[in-house]
C-alpha cells in the first residue's frame, strides 16, 4: 500500500496535534465522503455498514451565521443514553443518537484552531486549503483525526481511511511538490492564522460599534452567545470570519437565534446578512475602510 513518505512526518505530528488526535490520514473530498457514508446514515437510526452499522452526526465548528458548535456537548450526548441527549437539550437530539459517530468539521478556524477530538469529536476534519501558502495552488485535500474510542470500537474506520489515503497518493494528488508545499505552509501555519484571527478581533470590534450596523456575530465578542464556548475550545483566537447585519436588514433576530433562518450569505444588502472572511496577509484597517464605504 502507498504511503506518505518521511518527509511529512514532523507535519503529519503538528497536524495531528491541532486536531487533537492521536492519528491522521490526508484523503481528497471524495473519498472523504465515500468513508462518511461507509460509516452510516447520519438521518436514520444505524444501518448495518462495514464499520459498525451506526450512524453519524456531521456538524461544522463554525457555521454559515458564526454559530459556534459546542464540540464537548456534542461529544457528550453522542456517546452517552439517549435520556442524557434530550436532557442536553441539543437541536434535533433524539434517540437514535445514541453511540452516534460525531464529525466536525473544522475548516472554518483549521486544524490548529481547535483540537476538536480532545473535546469530544470522533473524527475531525480540515479542508488544507488553509494550510497552503497564498498562491500555492493546491489540490483539495482533507486531512481526518480519529479518536482513540473511535478506532477502538468502530476498527473499520482505520482500515477504510488507509485505503482512502493509498487511493489519493496513487492517483497522484501528494505527488513530491505538494508534499513539500503542505510541509511549508504547516511551518508558518501559525503565524498566519494568528494574523488572520486577529485581524477578524479588529474588523468585529469596529463593526459593533458602528452606527449602520444592527447586529455581528463573532464568538470573540465579549457579549456573543457562543464567546464562552468559543474561549474554552479554541486556540490562537476566534478564527477568520465575522457575520454583520445592516441595519434595515429583515429578520435580524430571528437569524441571531438560529442559523437555520439564515440564507446563502453574499454580498451586503438590506435583507441579508453579510460575511467578512479576512485572508492571509489582509490588513484590517483596508478592511474596515472598505466596510465604511459599504455602509455609508
Avoid at 41 to 55: I, K, M, P, Q, V
Wanted: aromatic letters at 4%; one cysteine or more; proline letters at 4%.
Amino acid at each position: 500500500m502507498a504511503t506518505l513518505g518521511p518527509e511529512l512526518g514532523a507535519s503529519l505530528r503538528a497536524l495531528a496535534h491541532g486536531l487533537g488526535a492521536a492519528r491522521t490520514w490526508i484523503v481528497t473530498a471524495d473519498g472523504l465522503e465515500r468513508v462518511l457514508d461507509g460509516l452510516g446514515d447520519g438521518n436514520r437510526a444505524g444501518t448495518d455498514g462495514d464499520l459498525g452499522g451506526a450512524g453519524v452526526v456531521r456538524r461544522e465548528l463554525l457555521d454559515a451565521a458564526n454559530e459556534l458548535c459546542d464540540v464537548k456537548a456534542w461529544g457528550k450526548a453522542c456517546r452517552e443514553p439517549a435520556e442524557v441527549a434530550k436532557r442536553s437539550g441539543l437541536r434535533g437530539s433524539d434517540p437514535a443518537r445514541r453511540n452516534r459517530l460525531l464529525v466536525v468539521d473544522v475548516s472554518a478556524v483549521s486544524c490548529c484552531g481547535c483540537a476538536a477530538v480532545r473535546w469530544g469529536a470522533h473524527l475531525a476534519v480540515d479542508d488544507l486549503s488553509l494550510v497552503w501558502e497564498p498562491g500555492a495552488g493546491r489540490p483539495e485535500l482533507r486531512i481526518v483525526g480519529v479518536s482513540r474510542d473511535a478506532e477502538r470500537t468502530r476498527p473499520g474506520i482505520g482500515t477504510a481511511l488507509d485505503a482512502a489515503q493509498a487511493a489519493c497518493i496513487d492517483q497522484g494528488w501528494l505527488d513530491a511538490e505538494t508534499r513539500v508545499a503542505l510541509a511549508r505552509g504547516v511551518e508558518t501555519l501559525g503565524e498566519r492564522l494568528r494574523w488572520r484571527f486577529d485581524a477578524a478581533a479588529a474588523v468585529a470590534a469596529f463593526l459593533s460599534c458602528h452606527p449602520r450596523v444592527a447586529a455581528v456575530r463573532y464568538p470573540g465578542l465579549a457579549d456573543d452567545a457562543c464567546h464562552e464556548t468559543g474561549a474554552e475550545i479554541l486556540n490562537g483566537g476566534f478564527g477568520p470570519q465575522v457575520v454583520y447585519w445592516a441595519v434595515g436588514a429583515d429578520g435580524v433576530a430571528d437569524a441571531l437565534g438560529t442559523s437555520d433562518a439564515l440564507g446563502t450569505l453574499g454580498v451586503a444588502d438590506a435583507s441579508a446578512p453579510t460575511r467578512v472572511l479576512v485572508g492571509d496577509g489582509d490588513d484590517p484597517r483596508t478592511i474596515c475602510e472598505e466596510l465604511e464605504r459599504q455602509l455609508s
